[in-house]
């Protein structure tokens, strides 16, 4: 079997797990956070995720290139990218990420691993026509000496939105 079929089908049977497990999580919305309960972990994860979408809207490729994992995938609009492949598209602005309506968060652990779910209305210029597009955002985080990197992530585009 193909490493990246394989890695698809085991996070998919552990975001399967994670939906029957409820320790760990914590919902919020932009509106309010400090009235969720979670950790101190997820809610720094969540942070972290929606820090990330100003890092991408800004460009700011030190900080990307620090926080995604050097074996990153991300999936989205079609593409399955690489790390180094990602990084080409926000840097040429082949996509240029402009703003990202977060209307929900949530954030589970696993270990060393977390999982980021997000709800979000993107506004993005993708072949230099703007588009808002609804999406549900899967991240995948692990811990790497003492910091959170990101090494997947998926958007799902939610239809009748």
Same mark, same amino acid.
């Not at 919020?28 to 400090?34: F, K, R, V």
């Not at 995938?73 to 492949?85: E, S």
């Not at 993708?126 to 000496?145: Q, W």
């Not at 910091?147 to 239809?159: I, K, Y």
């Given at each position: 079997?193909?490493?990246?079929?394989?890695?698809?089908?085991?996070? %998919?049977?552990?975001?399967?797990?994670?939906?029957?497990?409820? +320790?760990?999580?914590?919902?919020?919305?932009?509106?309010?956070?400090?009235? +969720?309960?979670?950790?101190?972990?997820?809610?720094?994860?969540?942070?972290? +995720?929606?820090?990330?979408?100003?890092? *991408?809207?800004?460009?700011? *490729?030190?900080?990307?290139?620090?926080?995604?994992?050097?074996? #990153?995938?991300?999936?989205?609009?079609? %593409?399955?990218?690489?790390?180094?492949? /990602?990084?080409? =598209?926000?840097?040429? @602005?082949?996509?240029?990420?402009?703003? %990202?309506?977060?209307?929900? +968060?949530? %954030?589970?652990?696993?270990?060393?691993?977390?999982? =980021?779910?997000?709800?979000?209305?993107?506004?993005?210029?993708?072949? @230099?026509?703007?588009?808002?597009?609804?999406? #549900?955002?899967?991240?995948?985080?692990? /811990?790497?000496? @003492?910091?959170?990197?990101?090494?997947?992530?998926?958007?799902?585009?939610?239809?009748?939105?």
């Amino acid at each position: 079997m193909r490493p990246l079929v394989k890695n698809l089908m085991t996070l %998919a049977a552990i975001l399967g797990c994670l939906q029957n497990t409820g +320790s760990n999580a914590m919902t919020a919305t932009p509106q309010s956070p400090a009235a +969720s309960e979670g950790t101190s972990v997820t809610k720094d994860l969540i942070a972290l +995720s929606r820090q990330k979408w100003q890092w *991408m809207a800004d460009r700011d *490729m030190p900080q990307l290139e620090s926080l995604f994992h050097a074996q #990153s995938r991300f999936v989205h609009m079609g %593409a399955t990218m690489d790390r180094t492949g /990602e990084l080409e =598209v926000i840097r040429s @602005g082949r996509i240029e990420y402009k703003r %990202a309506d977060i209307s929900e +968060s949530s %954030a589970e652990l696993i270990g060393g691993t977390a999982v =980021v779910y997000s709800r979000l209305r993107l506004l993005a210029v993708v072949g @230099g026509n703007e588009v808002i597009n609804p999406f #549900s955002v899967t991240e995948v985080y692990v /811990e790497r000496d @003492g910091r959170w990197q990101l090494a997947w992530m998926a958007f799902t585009r939610l239809l009748g939105e």
